[in-house]
């Protein structure tokens, strides 16, 4: 059973950085597609980023250049690196995880996942 847990949420203004981590067990990286997908208030769930055991990433057009995805195998670790951040950044930030080949997950489709952490909140003020 594959587990999730994030961290690393919190509140920075306008411009600020935060970096998202999620501990993962029970899977392995190879075979899995994992994942950042986010929630506003009032507003359905979204895909922000993607990579896969090789290292390829996928981005929505609205975090690239701004967003990093990486992950740590060694560590079971996913990092989720947010640069200038925006106000309409401000959602709860959930780690996401799929085995391959499921290719949803790479469309940034949250049909497409398997297994869910319980999620991290960012807020950004203005």
């Known amino acids: 059973q594959v587990q999730l847990v994030e961290s690393g949420g919190g509140s920075v203004q306008t411009g600020g950085s935060l970096r998202l981590s999620c501990a993962a067990s029970g899977y392995t990286y190879r075979t899995y597609y994992m994942g950042w997908f986010r929630q506003a208030p009032g507003k359905e769930r979204e895909g922000v980023a993607v990579i896969d055991g090789d290292g390829f990433t996928r981005y929505a057009d609205s975090v690239k250049g701004r967003f990093t995805i990486s992950q740590d195998n060694a560590k079971s670790t996913l990092y989720l690196q947010m640069n200038s951040l925006k106000p309409e950044d401000t959602a709860m930030y959930y780690c996401?995880?799929?085995?391959?080949?499921?290719?949803?997950?790479?469309?940034?489709?949250?049909?497409?996942?398997?297994?869910w952490g319980k999620g991290t909140l960012v807020t950004i003020s203005s």
């Open positions: 996401a995880a799929a085995p391959r080949p499921n290719r949803d997950i790479w469309w940034l489709n949250p049909r497409g996942v398997d297994y």
